[in-house]
Every structure is written in structure tokens, then in C-alpha cells.
């Protein structure tokens, strides 16, 4: 039972501008976790009322150290608030200062490649399956109501993460 239901209502019998002050008003929180998954590590971001990120960070490779996205979700209450795109920045930027040069995830929607976008910068995003396809294809291809995903990265070394909000870190996060 969450703690909205134990105080006796849910998150959508709230008013949503309220919910979106609490949020705007505080720090997002993050865990690193170990992971066995190709001795990765996990970062999970997060804001109450169902909003986060998690993906991995893997150790270096040939082309740097790669963060891989797995999973976004922002409560449908709060969607098309900017939530999405600060826990996107704050989710990088913590990977950027754990050595992240590359970052990379599957989108299944329109709203997950505008908000790539919205951060950082349609031309500097790349694909996966067709290199000489840009944002425009793609953009395209969700909008005609198509069932597919297709896997967009880019290229952090390019892009500056300084001013961007950095997560507050759990001090029980286990990376040692």
C-alpha cells in the first residue's frame, strides 16, 4: 500500500499544480547500486508520485564508458511538465561525473524522442538501426502512428552537463 493510499486518498485525487510545486520545489534523489549484468552499475533517479529513471553504466569500452537508460516513467497525472526532462538531466549528469562519454536508450514513443531532444539537442542525436536517418525520420515515423522502437544515444563528450541539476546521492548507495 503506497503512502498516498494510507493517508486515505491517491495521488489522482490530488490536485496536480500541488503536486508539481512539492516536486519543483525539491532536489531529485538517486541511488547507485551494483549490478552483476556485465559488472554494471545501476543509477536509479527519482521524484515521488512515480517519476524516475534508472539504467546502467558499464565499465569502459573501446568507444568510452557508456550509460544505457532502461527505463523513464513519469506519473500520468504530471506528464508534459518538464518532470520528464529534468530527471533525463539529472540522470546524465550524475553519469557524466561517473565517467559517462556516451549515453543510449530505446524509445518506443514520441514523447521519449521530443524529450531526448528537448535535452540534448536533436542534432546531436544519433540511431542505432539507420545511420543516415535523423530526428526528422524518426519524428516522422512516430507521428504516423507506427508500432516500433528504435535505439537513439549521443555523444556526451559534446555536450555540457555543468549547470545542469545534480541528484541528491543516497548515502546508501553501494558502488565501492
Request: glycine share 8%; net charge negative; aromatic share 10%.
Amino acid at each position: 500500500m503506497s503512502t498516498e493510499e494510507k493517508r486515505g486518498h491517491t495521488i489522482s485525487q490530488e490536485d496536480p499544480n500541488d503536486l508539481l510545486e512539492r516536486i519543483n520545489n525539491q532536489l531529485p534523489q538517486a541511488a547507485w547500486v551494483k549490478s552483476t549484468h556485465q559488472d554494471s552499475l545501476v543509477l536509479s533517479v527519482w521524484f515521488p508520485y512515480g517519476c524516475n529513471i534508472s539504467g546502467r553504466l558499464f565499465p569502459e569500452g573501446p568507444n568510452g564508458r557508456a550509460v544505457r537508460v532502461d527505463m523513464i516513467s513519469v506519473s500520468p497525472y504530471l506528464q508534459r511538465k518538464g518532470i520528464g526532462s529534468r530527471l533525463l538531466r539529472s540522470f546524465t549528469r550524475a553519469a557524466v561525473n561517473s565517467g559517462a562519454t556516451v549515453l543510449s536508450g530505446e524509445i518506443v514513443g514520441i514523447e521519449g524522442l521530443k524529450t531526448m531532444a528537448r535535452v540534448f539537442g536533436k542534432e546531436n542525436l544519433w540511431f542505432f538501426a539507420e545511420n543516415n536517418c535523423k530526428f526528422d525520420y524518426y519524428e516522422q515515423r512516430f507521428l504516423s502512428g507506427g508500432n516500433f522502437s528504435t535505439r537513439v544515444g549521443v555523444d556526451l563528450t559534446h555536450i555540457d552537463v555543468s549547470s545542469w541539476e545534480l541528484a541528491e546521492i543516497s548515502p546508501e548507495s553501494d558502488i565501492s
